[in-house]
């Protein structure tokens, strides 16, 4: 069956940096992207970006351009996000929820997620 | 961007009442190229992460209960809960994914029981 696995909660100083991590299995890891959407205490969700694990094309949302970096190793089926020069309003549980549809079937615009991790709590206090 | 709208923020309905929550999209988000809505539906219980319950708009996914409906086209959508169960207590967010490899959400509605 389809798990992703992600990386214990983590607590981090203001101006650090925090890297999660994804690990896939049941399926074939190269055949989907991987998004990451993050949710603040009490609020909605946030896309923060995809990356392809065929050929690691990634697409970031705007407002994170410059702080965020998104890779996969596919010796290990794993994703990752690192997220730099965190802010107290970083402070959020980090998803990575995989494409519903394989890479060679989006011929336009995206996909829904099938499939979630269980959520990386990241915590940023001084 | 595409910016999603949902109402209400929160409704409250009885057992076996039908809860319906609208979303509403800053631009279509249908494709005339194959004629779809790139818009899906989710739910979420305290503490774990979203399910994912609709796509194309009204395409149920596998083992979701056959209550939950979807409806829309364009830039107007619905989630309808035909009957609504105890464990349908939950928020439910709204997604457009007509952008190439890019994705956002309507901020959700929590749905209580009445």
């Known amino acids: 069956q389809v798990q992703l696995v992600q990386s214990g909660a983590e607590v981090k100083k203001p101006g650090a940096s925090v890297k999660v991590s994804c690990k896939a299995s049941?399926?074939?890891?190269?055949?989907?992207?991987i998004s990451w959407v993050r949710q603040a205490p009490g609020q909605g969700l946030e896309w923060m970006g995809w990356?392809?694990?065929?050929?690691?094309?990634?697409n970031y949302a705007q407002k994170l351009q410059g702080r965020v970096t998104m890779t996969t190793d596919t010796s290990t089926s794993t994703a990752y996000m690192e997220l730099r020069s965190l802010r107290s309003d970083d402070t959020a549980v980090y998803y990575c929820?995989?494409?519903?549809?394989?890479?060679?079937?989006?011929?336009?615009?995206?996909?829904?997620?099938?499939?979630w991790g269980q959520g990386t709590l990241v915590t940023v206090s001084s | 961007d595409i910016v999603m709208t949902q109402s209400p923020d929160s409704l409250a309905v009885s057992l076996g009442e039908r809860a319906t929550i609208n979303c509403k999209s800053s631009?279509?988000?249908?494709?005339?190229?194959?004629?779809?809505?790139?818009l899906a539906w989710y739910q979420q219980k305290p503490g774990q992460p979203p399910k994912l319950l609709i796509y194309?708009?009204?395409t149920r996914e596998s083992g979701v209960p056959d209550r939950f409906s979807g409806s829309g086209s364009g830039t107007d959508f619905t989630l309808t809960i035909s009957s609504l169960q105890a464990e349908d207590v939950a928020v439910y967010y709204c997604?457009?994914?007509?952008?190439?490899?890019?994705?956002?959400f309507g901020g959700g509605t929590k749905v209580e029981i009445k």
């Open positions: 990356i392809s694990a065929y050929n690691g094309n990634t």
């Open positions: 049941g399926y074939t890891f190269t055949s989907y992207g």
């Open positions: 194309w708009a009204s």
């Open positions: 997604q457009q994914y007509y952008s190439t490899h890019s994705a956002t």
């Open positions: 929820a995989r494409d519903r549809r394989k890479y060679y079937d989006i011929l336009t615009g995206s996909t829904s997620f099938d499939y």
């Open positions: 631009q279509s988000v249908l494709y005339s190229s194959n004629n779809k809505n790139y």
